[in-house]
């Protein structure tokens, strides 16, 4: 008896050690998941605190284009708009204010944050009344000076601090989210061999063991209950889970409004249904698993599948869960539309419309996608009757199919590929007449395969006769002139959307360089690089619109200082090139000394670029021509231009190398020609191919004695 009683007192206190056992466990997963809850909270906040102030910076972006929008055109529409814009910046500044009273580092940058909002629109509103009352040309000089610029400059900074701060944030809370529900499975699997070893010295296997089972089986769906309930709250990101071999194994509501597919649907079909076919056969979704199992994260940006089978563009991160022994259980998927995002920087690229050149873009079968309104002009068809036509009907057969062939072949071969140099080359309008043409071709991939963008010049001017160019030649200038004002203002408003993607680029460089695959680096490094070139471009046209704007007269100026400035400012080619740049004493002239610094600076840095081998040697002379005039040579020992080229090379956007061999706009003696014509002289080139050449321009010599 005595033995049997020492049994029982000893099988309830094992019993009375299970259940207390499982009180705590139960216990710590209530406080473990409740957590889980609250983490889940502040991503969802971080993540509203970062789409305010991207509405703050939209807003704000709507506030300068539609100020600028009034200046070109006075109507009551762009006016409306501005208001608009400023009511969502007061709206969107009011929401981050209440998000972020939490947060006292952002709570201190907001009052810098409301004061330059404050001054971008008081500059804008004296703007709008400097259009009023004293004309167009009086608001777009102020829109020209820097004071607005540096202001949107400023409080861009100070938005991307405050986004990096709540990425920061992100981060941390993410990472919490994890490490709490990572804690509350280990606890769940500690609590289930605790009770089992419990059991097992109670002597209840079985029937302990089944009663284990069973709460357990209640904690879990419990647990997964509430965190269905979390994530099925987010409904801007398509979260959900993946068994090792890719399979969809849960679902959130964010994913059945972003893809279309109700969970019933979807749970236990693969992942890959969500990628476009070619993505498929090239077997991208399979990479990308292997890339988050091998390095435990992927993200990548390219085109998802609806169930609908539209498209969208989507930023995905996938990350891989394993166990404590490291064995992989499966995936988690981030993954949210940007298509949105995408658009607006579409509509930003539509400016391009504006460019001289009929632009043309064709497919793969050859049939035109896309023109713009140069085109329309050049060929005389509206832009209905063209879209979907063959391109042999503008481009004659033979170099129509050539340019198809361009869109089959890698970028690399075909990349900047000019077509009508040294030959005649027509283009044919509706009318059934023929006009000459020269061709640049661009290769691009597009969501619907390989295009090739195709850039028309119509050269039927320098075809004409010497007596026709004299005759036209005072139209050709207006006209200029009136596409220098629209060039300034339309490349710098092409500088806002544009420093936002080469910023954030750059920090896709620098924060995930080396972590991705070779190709992801590769199409990053593609990105940054584009950027650049296109900032470049625009500084360029900047510069090209600024010779001869009103207001600066032509001084008593020393060119030999002038040169030593263009010197000083090509102080970093010059030491890497190893060039000897030398001169012979030069004169004082009657010259706009900032336009005269740049004429030196683009004649003696193409001496020093177009260098095949060997050290470049650069000398500068002025002589007299016998009047009141100076002609000023730069004289190299390049790689020379051919004599058919002369002309040509002081045209806009001319090249004769390919961007892979010497990188540039096409611009820059375009500068050149426009400052020296703009000074009353002209320019012209002496050259033989491999040996050199020789730039030669006039100047008046100074009021003063030289």
């Given at each position: 008896?005595?033995?049997k ?19 705590a466990?139960?216990?710590?997963s ?25 509405d ?10 539609s100020?600028?929008k009034?200046?070109i ?8 708009e501005?208001?608009d814009?400023?009511?969502?910046c ?13 947060n ?19 500059f804008?509103?004296e ?28 409080f ?16 941390l ?25 419990i ?32 994530l ?16 969809v194994?849960?679902?959130n ?19 890959s ?25 992927s993200?990548?940006e ?15 991160v ?21 298509t ?20 043309v ?28 036509q ?10 129509a ?20 140099t ?14 000459p ?6 290769p ?31 139209e050709?200038?207006?006209?200029n ?10 490349s ?7 420093r ?14 080396g972590?991705?695959?070779?190709d ?12 650049r ?26 060119s030999?200082?002038?040169l ?23 004169p ?11 004429l ?7 001496a020093i ?9 650069v000398h500068?002379?002025a ?24 002309a ?7 090249r004769?190398?390919?961007?892979e ?5 096409g ?9 020296v ?5 002209s320019?012209?080139?002496d ?8 730039f ?11």
């Amino acid at each position: 008896m005595k033995r049997k009683s020492q049994s029982n007192r000893t099988v309830q206190l094992s019993f009375g050690s299970a259940i207390l056992a499982l009180l705590a466990l139960g216990a710590i997963s209530y406080r473990s998941m409740d957590a889980s809850m609250e983490s889940g909270r502040w991503v969802r906040h971080t993540h509203e605190v970062i789409e305010n102030l991207q509405d703050f910076l939209f807003a704000m972006q709507k506030v300068e284009t539609s100020y600028r929008k009034f200046v070109i055109t006075d109507s009551e529409q762009s006016l409306k708009e501005y208001r608009d814009g400023i009511l969502r910046c007061e709206q969107a500044e009011t929401s981050i204010r209440n998000l972020t009273v939490d947060n006292p580092t952002q709570q201190g940058r907001l009052p810098t944050l409301k004061k330059l909002a404050d001054r971008k629109i008081q500059f804008a509103e004296e703007v709008i009344g400097l259009r009023r009352t004293k004309g167009w040309e009086a608001a777009a000089d102020s829109i020209r000076g820097e004071a607005g610029q540096r202001i949107m400059d400023e409080f861009q900074g100070v938005v991307r601090e405050m986004q990096e701060e709540e990425l920061r944030l992100l981060g941390l809370r993410n990472a919490a989210v994890q490490r709490r529900f990572g804690q509350t499975k280990a606890v769940l699997i500690l609590g289930t061999v605790l009770g089992v070893l419990i059991a097992v010295a109670a002597g209840w296997s079985v029937q302990r063991e089944n009663l284990r089972r069973e709460l357990a089986k209640e904690a879990l769906r419990d647990s997964e209950e509430k965190f269905r309930m979390l994530l099925d709250g987010v409904r801007d990101y398509a979260i959900f889970t993946l068994d090792p071999q890719g399979n969809v194994a849960s679902w959130n509501a964010g994913a059945e409004r972003i893809k279309g597919y109700r969970a019933d649907e979807i749970i236990g079909q693969n992942f890959s249904r969500f990628y476009p076919q070619n993505d498929i056969d090239q077997g991208k979704p399979e990479e990308e698993l292997l890339i988050a199992a091998t390095t435990g994260r992927s993200e990548i940006e390219h085109w998802r599948v609806r169930k609908d089978g539209s498209r969208f563009w989507a930023n995905v991160v996938i990350t891989a869960a394993r166990d404590s022994s490291g064995n992989l259980l499966g995936f988690s998927e981030i993954s949210c539309n940007i298509t949105e995002r995408k658009e607006t920087e579409a509509k930003y690229q539509g400016l391009l419309e504006a460019a001289p050149d009929a632009m043309v873009v064709v497919n793969q079968d050859g049939n035109i996608v896309l023109l713009n309104v140069q085109a329309e002009k050049r060929f005389g068809y509206r832009r209905d009757e063209l879209v979907g036509q063959k391109v042999k009907n503008i481009i004659p057969e033979g170099f129509a199919e050539r340019l198809i062939a361009d869109g089959t072949r890698t970028a690399a071969d075909a990349l900047a590929q000019q077509i009508g140099t040294g030959i005649e080359l027509k283009g044919r309008r509706k009318d059934g007449s023929e006009f000459p043409i020269e061709i640049m071709l661009s290769p691009q991939e597009s969501s619907d395969g390989m295009v090739v963008t195709a850039a028309i010049r119509d050269i039927t001017q320098r075809k004409t006769s010497e007596e026709h160019l004299a005759k036209t030649m005072e139209e050709l200038q207006r006209s200029n002139e009136e596409l220098g004002q629209f060039a300034y203002i339309a490349s710098h408003d092409l500088q806002e959307p544009l420093r936002m993607v080469a910023s954030y680029t750059q920090l896709l460089s620098r924060k995930y360089k080396g972590k991705l695959d070779a190709d992801a680096d590769e199409f990053i490094s593609f990105a940054v690089d584009g950027a650049r070139r296109m900032q470049g471009l625009i500084q360029d046209l900047l510069a090209y619109s600024r010779v001869g704007t009103k207001g600066r007269g032509l001084v008593d100026t020393s060119s030999e200082e002038a040169l030593q400035q263009s010197l000083s400012n090509l102080r970093g080619a010059i030491e890497a090139s190893g060039a000897q740049v030398t001169h012979d004493p030069l004169p004082g002239v009657l010259a706009d000394r900032s336009q005269l610094i740049q004429l030196f600076q683009n004649l003696v840095g193409n001496a020093i670029k177009y260098q095949r081998t060997g050290i470049p040697t650069v000398h500068i002379s002025a002589s007299r021509n016998g009047g009141k005039k100076w002609i000023f040579s730069v004289q190299d020992n390049g790689m020379g231009i051919d004599s058919q080229y002369f002309a040509k090379i002081f045209d806009m956007f001319q090249r004769l190398h390919k961007r892979e061999e010497f990188d540039g706009t096409g611009i820059g003696l375009a500068i050149c020609k426009k400052i020296v014509e703009r000074h009353g002289g002209s320019i012209s080139v002496d050259s033989k191919l491999g040996q050199g050449s020789t730039f030669r321009f006039a100047l008046a010599e100074s009021e003063e004695k030289s």
